[in-house]
């Protein structure tokens, strides 16, 4: 499935697309989501995962060794818009999770914390590879619910 849209290059840069099948429905896209804040080796090169609820469903700090840097994370959640933001602490980054249910479209930028979008210098196929991971677990979630 080719899932760049017009993006140029190895990096994400100002952001990359990624389209899931409308079948899914958008609660278990959502759902995938979740994981990826909790359970991010699922998705990621990451190790020594801590989390902690600050609020519940809304405000999650996260703390993880991402290729030997040690990253920490303010994550907020936004289910009425299928957005998460995670804010990196002691960094201008805050890197955008966000599922766009009426067109299937889900998109991961960086913007600084003024909200901002900025070039994210990170390789689209680990992007990519998160992105593939949320649509298996949310098409996983569809056949235990049959």
């Given at each position: ?93 805050v ?10 479209v ?41």
């Amino acid at each position: 499935m080719g899932n760049t849209f017009s993006q140029e290059g190895d990096f994400v840069n100002m952001g990359v697309q990624y389209q899931l099948p409308l079948t899914i429905p958008a609660e278990n896209v959502w759902a995938a989501m979740i994981q990826k804040i909790y359970h991010p080796e699922k998705f990621l090169p990451v190790n020594d995962v801590q989390t902690i609820d600050i609020v519940s469903g809304r405000h999650i700090y996260r703390k993880m060794n991402f290729l030997g840097f040690i990253m920490k994370e303010d994550v907020y959640l936004d289910p009425a818009n299928y957005k998460i933001r995670f804010e990196v602490i002691d960094d201008d980054a805050v890197h955008i999770n966000i599922y766009h249910p009426d067109t299937g479209v889900a998109e991961y930028y960086q913007e600084n914390k003024k909200g901002e979008r900025i070039i994210w210098p990170v390789p689209k196929t680990m992007v990519f590879h998160a992105m593939s991971q949320t649509k298996e677990m949310a098409e996983r979630q569809m056949c235990k619910a049959h």
